[in-house]
C-alpha cells in the first residue's frame, strides 16, 4: 500500500531512490471515480520500473479541467484510495493544470500515461518537460467505454431523478 505524500517529501524520496538506483515512474490522473481503466493504466505503469508515483489532480484544478461538478471526490479521498492499491508507491496531489511542474520536481525515468494521449489522442504537455531531462515517455494502452464520464453518464441514465 502507497502514502500520500506533499511534493517535497516526494522530491527527497525521489532522491534517495535515484542514489538506489531505482526505476521511478510516474503518472497522473484525476481518479475521480476510481474504475478498472484506471487500475489497469495503474498497474501498467508500475510494470514499468521498480517505484510508482502518482500524481492526483486538487479539487480546484479538476475544477478547471472537468468543469464545476467535479470532481464528485474530494481530493484527499481520491489520493487515498489510489494510494490503497498494491502497484502504487506514493501519491502526490497538485495544484496546476497539468503534472508539468511535478515532472519537473520529480524527474521520473519513465512518464507514462494513458492511450488516449499521445500520437492517436491528445496532446501530452509534459512531454517537453520530460525531453528536457532525458526521460522516457511512455503511452499505454486505453481501455474503450472505461471512463468516469462513462460511469456519470449511466448513473444519470438509470437513476436520473433520484436513487
Given at each position: 500500500m502507497g502514502r500520500v505524500v506533499s511534493p517535497e517529501e516526494a522530491?527527497?524520496?525521489?532522491e534517495e531512490l535515484r542514489s538506489?538506483?531505482?526505476?521511478v515512474v510516474l503518472t497522473n490522473g484525476h481518479f475521480d471515480?476510481?474504475?478498472?481503466?484506471?487500475?489497469?493504466?495503474?498497474?501498467?505503469?508500475?510494470?514499468?520500473g521498480d517505484v510508482l508515483f502518482v500524481g492526483v489532480n486538487s479539487d480546484a484544478s479538476t475544477r478547471?479541467?472537468?468543469?464545476?461538478?467535479?470532481?464528485?471526490?474530494?481530493?484527499?479521498e481520491r489520493a487515498r484510495l489510489v494510494a490503497a492499491l498494491e502497484c502504487v508507491d506514493y501519491v502526490v496531489i497538485f495544484e496546476e493544470r497539468t503534472a508539468r511542474r511535478l515532472v519537473e520536481l520529480l524527474k521520473p525515468d519513465i512518464y507514462a500515461k494513458g492511450g488516449d494521449y499521445g500520437p492517436a489522442g491528445k496532446e501530452l504537455p509534459?512531454?517537453?518537460?520530460?525531453?528536457?531531462?532525458?526521460?522516457?515517455?511512455?503511452?499505454?494502452?486505453?481501455?474503450?467505454?472505461?471512463?468516469?464520464?462513462?460511469?456519470i453518464r449511466t448513473i444519470l441514465?438509470?437513476?436520473?431523478?433520484?436513487?
Amino acid at each position: 500500500m502507497g502514502r500520500v505524500v506533499s511534493p517535497e517529501e516526494a522530491q527527497r524520496i525521489r532522491e534517495e531512490l535515484r542514489s538506489a538506483g531505482k526505476t521511478v515512474v510516474l503518472t497522473n490522473g484525476h481518479f475521480d471515480l476510481l474504475h478498472v481503466g484506471h487500475v489497469r493504466c495503474l498497474q501498467q505503469a508500475k510494470e514499468l520500473g521498480d517505484v510508482l508515483f502518482v500524481g492526483v489532480n486538487s479539487d480546484a484544478s479538476t475544477r478547471l479541467l472537468k468543469g464545476g461538478k467535479r470532481p464528485i471526490i474530494p481530493e484527499d479521498e481520491r489520493a487515498r484510495l489510489v494510494a490503497a492499491l498494491e502497484c502504487v508507491d506514493y501519491v502526490v496531489i497538485f495544484e496546476e493544470r497539468t503534472a508539468r511542474r511535478l515532472v519537473e520536481l520529480l524527474k521520473p525515468d519513465i512518464y507514462a500515461k494513458g492511450g488516449d494521449y499521445g500520437p492517436a489522442g491528445k496532446e501530452l504537455p509534459e512531454a517537453e518537460a520530460v525531453a528536457a531531462y532525458g526521460g522516457e515517455v511512455r503511452i499505454l494502452p486505453y481501455l474503450p467505454g472505461r471512463s468516469t464520464t462513462d460511469i456519470i453518464r449511466t448513473i444519470l441514465e438509470r437513476y436520473g431523478g433520484g436513487a
